[in-house]
């Protein structure tokens, strides 16, 4: 994996806990139109995120029924 990779793996990472700012959002928009591998990672971490929201939603859902 090239050192660039890492990179945008790691800011792929931090703009799901924080906003990245300006010049990091550049960095990996850049990387991500020439590096088809990371576009997949991006559509990965985005799946994850979606995931555990809906996951997390339910399961606040199912505690309260349970109370019922």
């Known amino acids: 994996v090239a050192r660039s990779c890492k990179q ?12 990245l700012s300006w010049g990091e ?4 928009n850049i990387h991500l139109a020439m590096c088809k591998n990371c576009q997949r ?11 555990s929201r809906e996951y997390w939603q339910g399961a606040g ?6 109370r019922k």
């Open 61 to 66: 859902d199912a505690g309260q029924q349970d």
């Open 8 to 19: 945008a793996s790691q800011l792929l990472s931090q703009q799901m806990e924080h906003p």
């Open 41 to 51: 990672a991006a559509l990965q971490f985005t799946f994850l995120r979606s995931a």
């Open 25 to 28: 959002r550049l960095r990996l």
